[in-house]
């Protein structure tokens, strides 16, 4: 009898991750390759968003849908007896929208004038996925007697779609995706003089 309930058992938990392939490998949205660096005027941030394209966003958007990522960064002074204070804080937006017309992919950034155009749906998805040297505040308000932090976050921003595609594209909430903080220490020199 134990026996049976074993195997049963078995049988039920492989039933379970042939049935519910999405539940059992579901993947998040994430911050990834954060990378900190300066020119000669600024602090610049590199990271990139992995996992954030699922199959009915990619749908979405071949259909004309337009796509928002917005990205949050924010620099942090690390004080010791008190609260962090908070120096900069950047909101970067990255849309993309499919024109069905010229079968072109166009991706802006902060909503600027001229979006980049692209063939294909993976370089236009990765052009949305990346933040390339991002000015985040000037390198003269860094001292060098204290400790600084980066902290970055990205989401999906919710999508008003035409009436006519809502009906398409009901369940469209539950793509939605939202990262969770991360933060990195500035660990080159800065400030005056340097």
């Known amino acids: 009898?134990?026996?049976?309930?074993?195997?049963?058992?078995?049988?039920?938990?492989?039933?379970?991750?042939?049935?519910?392939?999405?539940?059992?490998?579901?993947?998040?949205?994430?911050?990834?390759?954060?990378?900190?660096?300066?020119?000669?005027?600024?602090i610049l941030v590199y990271a990139m968003v992995t996992d954030c394209f699922t199959g009915k966003m990619e749908e979405a958007i071949m259909a004309g849908a337009p796509t928002m990522f917005t990205f949050l960064i924010d620099l942090y002074e690390e004080r010791p007896y008190w609260c962090d204070r908070k120096l900069s804080a950047i909101v970067i937006k990255h849309t993309i929208k499919y024109d069905t017309a010229k079968k072109t992919f166009f991706v802006s950034a902060n909503g600027g004038h001229e979006p980049a155009g692209f063939q294909d749906l993976e370089s236009a998805k990765r052009a949305m996925a990346e933040l390339n040297g991002v000015a985040v505040a000037p390198v003269g308000i860094l001292q060098r007697d204290k400790t600084y932090y980066i902290r970055i976050k990205a989401k999906l921003d919710k999508i008003r779609l035409?009436?006519?595609?809502?009906?398409?594209?009901?369940?469209?909430?539950?793509?939605?995706?939202?990262?969770?903080?991360?933060?990195?220490?500035?660990?080159?020199?800065?400030?005056?003089?340097?």
């Open 1 to 42: 009898m134990p026996k049976k309930i074993l195997i049963l058992a078995v049988l039920l938990v492989c039933y379970y991750f042939i049935a519910f392939p999405f539940s059992s490998y579901s993947r998040v949205a994430q911050i990834r390759d954060l990378f900190i660096n300066r020119d000669t005027e600024n």
């Open 162 to 194: 035409p009436m006519h595609m809502e009906y398409v594209f009901f369940f469209v909430s539950l793509w939605d995706f939202e990262t969770d903080w991360i933060e990195k220490t500035l660990l080159f020199n800065y400030g005056q003089g340097s």
